[in-house]
């Protein structure tokens, strides 16, 4: 990665982070709601430990299980 690449990763995985925890505690937000924003925040935190695409081989089999 370029030097203000990882930077900005760091940053959307924070974002990732928040949206995260404020959609598994909104008692409004749907199954499919929180499943998207959980993929979408794992898929970020995979990408900036490897560098690549989240494999299904490692997705979290229930990623709601919390």
Known sequence: MA???REAV???EQAAD????AAL???GASE???LAV???HDSIC?????GGLLDREYA???????
């Open 3 to 5: 030097p203000g690449e």
């Open 10 to 12: 760091i940053e959307l």
């Open 18 to 21: 928040s949206a995260k925890w």
């Open 25 to 27: 505690a909104d008692p």
């Open 32 to 34: 499919q709601a929180k």
């Open 38 to 40: 959980v993929s979408a």
């Open 46 to 50: 995979w990408f900036k430990a490897t």
């Open 60 to 66: 979290e089999p229930d990623p709601l299980a919390y």
